[in-house]
């Protein structure tokens, strides 16, 4: 989990991504982060997201992206 | 789903590393954009191209395998008859380089665009003390016309009609009057309460230079004073320079907008 949340805060170090559940929902994260996020995440957990996936409620909290990199064989 | 092929080519391209895209999609805005035909694909094997026709453009999206793939656009696009616009998004130096493959691959820079954040705005000093008002249904065609009159719709992303009356029915158009006539507005999206995006602040040449301006947006600013404000901005003009002076400072997202050239 500690790896998501660096990735998170290097996109955005003023926020405090911790026990947030709306990341996309409250525009912490917009569209351009997460296509910098989900490159993040695939060279860092080794996994691929399906175009499919890249929906918001999988990159609404740190928990929801933890269980899409599970989901594509990462670990956590 | 009938859209299956495309998807798998894209994925099959996303997965090489040192492929290219300029998409910023979420999935499902992809699934239903492909479904009710928003969004057209043409599909070759190392390229994928995302059509979004519009009245006075063509705006692509792409997933290439390769520098080389992009050499392609050209001639998958020959029956396209418009303006053809390829949006590149993201922070420099690596935007800088995508544009300029697509550079190399027949485009030209048309106009550059930066995005400012503003989460503590200085209040405008000049004010005409205007009535600002939200806008109504009425208001439409006026709206649309002032947005036509002032921006470019190459690169302006100019709202369909409906998108205009979904924001008025969401009080996310304000306009000052001169008798009926609208001479100004705001058009911002409310993404969060706390979060909003600017995407069009216009005042009529006519009554410029009058505090117009700064009626609008204070009006906007003392109605959701906690919010992080967020606008694009054309390099192109000196109005960077007065957001900074409101406290809008540049995040580092690039959009550089580039058009195939003729021929």
Sequence with gaps: MEKIYEMLIELHPEYDFKGNNGLIEEGILDSFDLVSLVTMLEEGFDVFIDALDILPENFASVDAIAKIIKKNGGAI | ?263
């Excluded at chain 2, 999609?25 to 954009?33: M, V």
């Excluded at chain 2, 009535?131 to 690169?155: H, Q």
């Design chain 2, 1 to 263: 789903m009938k859209y299956n092929n495309l998807i798998n080519n894209i994925n099959t391209i996303r997965k090489q590393k040192g492929h290219l895209s300029n998409a910023f999609f979420a999935g499902s805005f992809l699934a239903d954009s492909l479904n009710n035909g928003t969004l057209k694909g043409i599909d070759s094997e190392d390229l994928v191209l995302l059509i979004d026709e519009k009245p006075d453009l063509v705006r692509v999206y792409f997933y290439a395998l390769e520098r080389n793939s992009l050499q392609k656009v050209r001639l998958l696009l020959s029956n396209y008859n418009k303006p053809i616009i390829i949006d590149v998004v993201g922070k420099d130096p690596q935007a800088r380089d995508l544009a300029n493959i697509l550079i190399n691959c027949g485009f030209e820079e048309y106009s550059k665009f930066v995005r400012m954040v503003n989460d503590k705005p200085n209040m405008p000093k000049y004010l005409s003390n205007s009535k600002v008002e939200y806008a109504n249904k009425y208001d439409k065609e006026s709206i649309m016309a002032l947005l036509y009159s002032e921006f470019d719709p190459l690169f302006a992303h100019i709202p369909s009609q409906s998108e205009i009356e979904q924001a008025i029915n969401k009080n996310e158009i304000t306009v000052v009057r001169d008798d009926k006539k609208i001479i100004g507005l705001t058009f911002f999206e409310m993404i969060s309460s706390t979060n909003i995006m600017f995407r069009y602040f216009i005042v009529d040449e006519e009554f410029r230079k009058k505090g117009i301006g700064g009626d609008l947006l204070f009006y906007t600013f003392n109605s959701y004073p906690e919010a992080k404000y967020t606008l694009w901005v054309g390099t192109y003009n000196k109005a960077m320079q007065k957001y900074e002076r409101l406290n809008f400072k540049h995040d580092g997202l690039v959009d550089y907008i580039l058009k195939l050239k003729e021929n």
